[in-house]
Nanobody, 115 residues
Framework: QVQLVESGGGLVQAGGSLRLSCAASVNIFSINAMGWYRQAPGKQRELVAAISSGGSTNYEDSVKGRFTISRDNAKNTVYLQMNSLKPEDTAVYYC?????????WGQGTQVTVSS
């Protein structure tokens, strides 16, 4: 069982920055990939960014150049640095972990970007 605890969401003005954190209850070396999805009201959940156990990253097109995903293996934590935020980035952001044995979600953290 993997527990994911997210933090760092909040309210920010357009153009501002936030950093989301996702702390895992296990050594993240054992996890294939971790990342972030988001879901805005009335929309489907979409993948925002992901990072593999080897450090490879991928991003949704609309966040490329603005968001950066990283991991700290010593802290079993993955981060999402979000810069140049736009109102359309407003959503609940969910951390996930893809382990060899199962898939896990965090509880979600709200990000609201005001115009």
């Amino acid at each position: 069982q993997v527990q994911l605890v997210e933090s760092g969401g909040g309210l920010v003005q357009a153009g501002g920055s936030l950093r989301l954190s996702c702390a895992a209850s296990v050594n993240i070396f054992s996890i294939n990939a971790m990342g972030w999805y988001r879901q805005a009201p009335g929309k489907q959940r979409e993948l925002v960014a992901a990072i593999s156990s080897g450090g490879s990253t991928n991003y949704e097109d609309s966040v490329k150049g603005r968001f950066t995903i990283s991991r700290d293996n010593a802290k079993n934590t993955v981060y999402l640095q979000m810069n140049s935020l736009k109102p359309e980035d407003t959503a609940v952001y969910y951390c996930y972990a893809e382990a060899p044995w199962s898939f896990y979600w965090g509880q979600g953290t709200q990000v609201t970007v005001s115009s």
